[in-house]
């Protein structure tokens, strides 16, 4: 199995616009397109193959017939032939909605699913544009049910500055929004299990209010103040540097100045590469493939070396 490129999954929404047609290229129509969906199970939303002999092959197909070749014998003890994680580029050219998700435990209790961990790299920022990020200070139940009713929810967020290459891990429970002028990578659990707190009063395109989830959500906030969400990491060149590694996936950052040659023969995961910035060649023994930033490549986990052939790439990678 070579490496493998996907046809993009993009979702009008209510608060998208133009970014992922005018900075990555994305062949989108509407000018409210808030997500690419980059690689993806999830039921309805199956990745299909757009490159080489496999083209037009569902991802899910592709799990179901060679699961340990493209995924590691370690994911499938894991997960069986489900893709245990969710690839996506978001525009937001209004403010999301302020939302959580609930853990594993609540995700499969309520909904059969799983829970929502995520990370966030930000690509584009307009000026002054910002997240939200938690809370600003310790809340308790109470006080945050009344914030709810009385609508002055928006009081007791943490708000967040940000710009390229800023990144922000999202653990459940952690009550967030994506700002107004923000264009991000994501890269979650494969999990659409959303709780939408609180959604500015706005009207979709019938005029009507979106649905709230507010009962849902009292039991899987997490109350507490945290600074556990900026991720730090190195920007040497031409190394791996760590920058999420948590039970779900792993996620490394490189920026290429010159060819590197990466050695997986004893990873037993697939790997992803997400081009951020510039462009690169994947290569290995089975082919070759170029990305540009907005692409992204999934490596079977039976490949054992990995060339990137840049002078200026910058590349998420993803492993389990």
Same mark, same amino acid.
């Not at 490129?5 to 970014?19: A, M, N, S």
């Not at 910002?130 to 967020?157: C, H, M, P, Q, W």
């Not at 760590?242 to 990466?262: A, G, H, R």
């Given at each position: 199995?070579?490496?493998?490129?996907?046809? *993009?999954?993009? &979702?009008?929404?209510?608060?998208?616009?133009?970014?992922?047609?005018?900075?990555?290229?994305? *062949?989108? /129509?509407?000018?409210?397109?808030?997500? !690419?969906?980059?690689?993806?199970? $999830?039921?309805?939303?199956?990745?299909?193959?757009?490159?080489?002999?496999?083209?037009?092959?569902?991802?899910?197909?592709?799990?179901?017939?060679?699961? /340990?070749?493209?995924?590691?014998?370690?994911?499938?003890?894991?997960?069986?032939?489900?893709?245990?994680?969710?690839?996506?580029? %978001?525009? @937001? &050219?209004?403010?999301?909605?302020?939302?959580?998700?609930?853990?594993? /435990?609540?995700?499969?209790?309520?909904?059969?699913?799983?829970?929502?961990?995520?990370?966030?790299?930000?690509?584009?920022?307009?000026?002054?544009?910002?997240?939200?990020?938690?809370?600003?200070?310790?809340? !308790?139940?109470?006080?945050?049910?009344? !914030?709810?009713?009385?609508?002055?929810?928006?009081?007791?967020?943490?708000? /967040?500055?940000?710009?390229?290459?800023?990144?922000?891990?999202?653990?459940?429970?952690?009550?967030?929004?994506?700002?107004?002028?923000?264009?991000?990578?994501?890269?979650?659990?494969?999990?659409? =299990?959303?709780?939408? =707190?609180?959604?500015?009063?706005?009207?979709?395109?019938?005029?009507?209010?979106?649905?709230?989830?507010?009962?849902? @959500?009292?039991?899987? =906030?997490?109350?507490?103040?945290?600074?556990?969400?900026?991720?730090?990491?190195?920007?040497?060149?031409?190394?791996?540097?760590?920058?999420?590694?948590?039970?779900?996936?792993?996620?490394?950052? %490189?920026?290429?100045?010159?060819?590197?040659?990466?050695?997986?023969?004893?990873?037993? !995961?697939?790997?992803?590469?997400?081009?951020?910035?510039?462009?690169?060649? $994947? &290569?290995? @023994?089975?082919?070759?493939?170029?990305?540009?930033?907005?692409?992204?490549?999934?490596?079977?986990?039976?490949?054992?070396? %990995?060339?990137?052939?840049?002078?200026?790439? &910058?590349?998420?990678?993803?492993?389990?």
């Amino acid at each position: 199995m070579y490496p493998l490129k996907f046809k *993009p999954i993009l &979702k009008e929404r209510l608060w998208g616009g133009t970014k992922l047609k005018e900075v990555l290229g994305k *062949p989108i /129509e509407s000018d409210i397109t808030g997500e !690419s969906w980059e690689l993806s199970t $999830v039921k309805g939303d199956v990745s299909v193959i757009a490159n080489g002999e496999l083209q037009g092959t569902s991802l899910q197909e592709l799990i179901e017939t060679h699961a /340990e070749a493209l995924l590691g014998k370690n994911v499938v003890d894991r997960f069986g032939t489900e893709f245990p994680i969710l690839i996506k580029f %978001i525009d @937001a &050219k209004q403010d999301l909605s302020i939302q959580l998700h609930p853990n594993d /435990e609540l995700a499969k209790k309520r909904h059969n699913s799983f829970g929502k961990t995520e990370m966030w790299y930000i690509m584009d920022a307009d000026p002054n544009a910002e997240l939200i990020v938690g809370f600003n200070r310790n809340v !308790s139940k109470k006080e945050y049910a009344e !914030s709810i009713e009385n609508d002055t929810l928006l009081d007791l967020l943490n708000y /967040e500055q940000v710009k390229e290459g800023d990144t922000f891990f999202i653990n459940t429970g952690k009550i967030h929004a994506i700002g107004a002028g923000v264009m991000l990578a994501e890269i979650q659990q494969t999990s659409d =299990v959303t709780y939408r =707190v609180f959604d500015f009063n706005r009207k979709d395109k019938e005029g009507n209010l979106r649905e709230l989830h507010t009962e849902l @959500a009292l039991d899987a =906030v997490d109350y507490e103040k945290k600074d556990d969400f900026k991720v730090s990491y190195s920007k040497e060149l031409n190394k791996m540097q760590s920058m999420v590694d948590c039970p779900y996936f792993k996620t490394n950052f %490189i920026e290429l100045s010159q060819d590197v040659v990466l050695n997986t023969k004893e990873r037993d !995961s697939f790997t992803i590469f997400m081009c951020v910035g510039g462009k690169a060649v $994947v &290569k290995t @023994a089975e082919g070759e493939v170029q990305i540009v930033k907005g692409e992204t490549v999934l490596l079977p986990a039976m490949t054992d070396k %990995i060339e990137l052939l840049s002078s200026g790439a &910058k590349l998420l990678e993803v492993t389990i």
